[in-house]
Every structure is written in C-alpha cells, then in structure tokens.
C-alpha cells in the first residue's frame, strides 16, 4: 500500500484530522488524538504504522514478525503497535486494525466532545 491510499483511508473515517509532524510522520487525529502515526519509503510507499490496540491485542501482536511495540509509546505503557511489514499483518489487515484504532480512541474523548461530533447520542 502507498501513503496515498493510506491516507484516503484514513480522510474517510468520520471527524478524523491530518497533520504532518514529529519528523515527517503522517499522523492522523479524533478529536485531537492520535489514532495512527504512519511514515513511507523514498518510493512513497508505506513503510511503517503505529496504531492503538487493545491490553490483550498488545500482548498477542507484539510477538509477531513483522510488528513491534510502538517505540515511545509502547516503552511509556501505552497499547501502541507499530507495523513495520507485511509479513504477518496484510495491508487489510492493517486497516482494520486502524478502524479499531480510531474507534478505541474515540471512545477515550469526553462525553461532550463525542456528543459535538455526533459520536454520541445525546
């Protein structure tokens, strides 16, 4: 997958913001949280995802080849992992996991703030 699919992906998630920071990362927001933190390769492909998963999820993908704790976040106890290839998580995968990531951090907001982007019913 290229940063460019990678990123439509990501523009399609209802409220999600973009950003470009923390040198050259593409990192994508909910209501100001980051739920995914990508970077590419010189041919613009993806090269690397760092997404936010479950305690359990965390302690499973860890171990595969292919996926790491997400460094600075992972090392502070956060349930971050980065993907850096394909060899166990295939791009569909990937995002799926990133739809995950999207919904756990949104359900992290304040009750208000999920109610203003329609998260929430009030």
């Known amino acids: 997958m290229d940063l460019a ?15 470009v920071q923390w040198g050259g990362s593409h990192v994508w927001k909910i209501g100001g ?20 998963v479950s305690r359990m999820g965390f302690d499973i993908l860890k171990e595969q080849p292919g996926l790491q ?11 971050w992992i980065q993907r850096t290839t394909d060899e166990t998580m295939s791009d569909e995968e990937l ?5 995950d990531s999207y919904m756990i951090v949104s359900r992290g907001l ?7 982007l329609g998260l929430l019913k009030t």
């Open 69 to 79: 704790g997400a460094p600075h976040l992972a090392s502070r106890g956060m349930s």
């Open 33 to 52: 949280k980051v739920y995914v933190i990508a970077g590419g390769d010189a041919e613009g492909r993806l090269a690397r995802a760092s997404f936010k």
């Open 110 to 116: 304040t009750k208000k703030l999920q109610c203003e």
């Open 5 to 19: 699919q990678f990123n439509a992906f990501c523009e399609y998630l209802p409220h999600s913001t973009y950003v």
């Open 95 to 99: 995002l799926s996991y990133i739809r």
